[in-house]
Nanobody, 126 residues
Framework: QVQLAESGGGSVQAGGSLRLSCAAS????????MGWFRQAPGKEREGVAS???????NYAESVKGRFTISKDNGKKTLYLQMNSLKPEDTAMYYC????????????????????WGQGTQVTVSS
């Protein structure tokens, strides 16, 4: 089981940037599909981005061109660089790890992921 801990959330004005981090407890995390999800109040949790062990990435349409997922295997850390933030990006952001490879058709399914962090809040004001 992989322990995950997110950090980097906060409050920012529209148009601003934040970088989220997710520290993993296991060095073997580099072989997992890693993902970022978010959940706004009253809404379903949704997939934001994923990255596979070979660096292949997937993004939700709503964040393409604004968000970048990356990872540092040496530091066992996953990142989400968020630029040009919008009020609709306001949500609790979670990182997740899967023992499966990311698949383009299912990377955004919560059921694909085994381990989850506690989340970090992102608030974007207009």
């Amino acid at each position: 089981q992989v322990q995950l801990a997110e950090s980097g959330g906060g409050s920012v004005q529209a148009g601003g940037s934040l970088r989220l981090s997710c520290a993993a407890s296991e060095s073997t995390y580099s072989s997992y599909c890693m993902g970022w999800f978010r959940q706004a109040p009253g809404k379903e949790r949704e997939g934001v981005a994923s990255i596979d062990s070979d660096g292949y990435t997937n993004y939700a349409e709503s964040v393409k061109g604004r968000f970048t997922i990356s990872k540092d295997n040496g530091k066992k850390t996953l990142y989400l660089q968020m630029n040009s933030l919008k009020p609709e990006d306001t949500a609790m952001y979670y990182c997740a790890a899967s023992s499966l490879r990311c698949r383009p058709s299912t990377w955004f399914w919560q059921s694909e992921y085994n381990d989850w962090g506690q989340g970090t809040q992102v608030t974007v004001s207009s």
